[in-house]
């Protein structure tokens, strides 16, 4: 079976960054996009990053600069590095495998 373990996730001051990871099980990852979603109390989950097989990456406008997302194909691993972390940044963030396999999600909160 398909698992996805996320960890990084924590609480952190406005300007603060954070690196969150996410380890896969039961697919060969290397053929998979991967990406980070996030969903904000009373949001729609929303798409921040997204990096395919070949390592061409993707943000959303509201993270481009701050956020990076890299891959790791021998660790089956996928990062999203954030920095700059703003309070509009808390949320739930989320891998997910492209075909949709998701993780149980990670809580980021960043505090003014």
């Known amino acids: 079976q398909v698992q996805l373990v996320e960890s990084g996730g924590g609480s952190v001051q406005a300007g603060g960054s954070l690196r969150l990871s996410c380890a896969a099980s039961g697919i060969t990852f290397s053929l998979y996009t991967m990406d980070w979603y996030r969903q904000a109390p009373g949001k729609q989950r929303e798409l921040v990053a997204s990096?395919?097989?070949?390592?061409?990456?993707n943000y959303a406008d509201s993270v481009k600069g701050r956020f990076t997302i890299a891959r790791d194909n021998p660790k089956n691993t996928v990062y999203l590095q954030m920095n700059s972390l703003k309070p509009e940044d808390t949320a739930v963030y989320y891998c997910?495998?492209?075909?949709?396999?998701w993780g149980q999600g990670t809580q980021v909160t960043v505090s003014s």
């Open positions: 990096i395919t097989s070949g390592g061409s990456t």
């Open positions: 997910r495998t492209n075909p949709g396999y």
